[in-house]
Nanobody, 121 residues
Framework: QVQLVESGGGLVQAGGSLRLTCAAS????????MGWYRQAPGKQRELVAL???????NYADSVKGRFTISRDNAKNTLYLQMNILKSEDTAVYYC???????????????WGQGTQVTVSS
């Protein structure tokens, strides 16, 4: 069973930083796109950032210049460095991976359980 396990969420003051980590149970994700979504209360789940197997990345306009997505394929791990956090970044953050040949805007095929990020103003 494929597993994606997120960690690193928590409570932080506005202007602060957090780094989310997603550990994949299988090395096959090294060749697949991976990404981070978030879902705030009462809102739809939205893409935050996406990274290809080769390291190319894309970001939602709302996080450009503040968030950085990266991956360490040797460790089967995905990261999201979040800086200059704002109250509107408060959400549950989910790690996702796509099957080979699939990518955004299709929804991811594998999902983690989510990690809560709360930014206090």
């Amino acid at each position: 069973q494929v597993q994606l396990v997120e960690s690193g969420g928590g409570l932080v003051q506005a202007g602060g930083s957090l780094r989310l980590t997603c550990a994949a149970s299988e090395s096959r994700f090294r060749i697949n796109p991976m990404g981070w979504y978030r879902q705030a209360p009462g809102k739809q789940r939205e893409l935050v950032a996406l990274i290809t197997s080769g390291g190319s990345s894309n970001y939602a306009d709302s996080v450009k210049g503040r968030f950085t997505i990266s991956r360490d394929n040797a460790k089967n791990t995905l990261y999201l460095q979040m800086n200059i956090l704002k109250s509107e970044d408060t959400a549950v953050y989910y790690c996702t991976a796509w099957r080979t040949g699939r990518t955004y805007p299709l929804m991811g095929d594998y999902w983690g359980q989510g990690t809560q990020v709360t930014v206090s103003s």
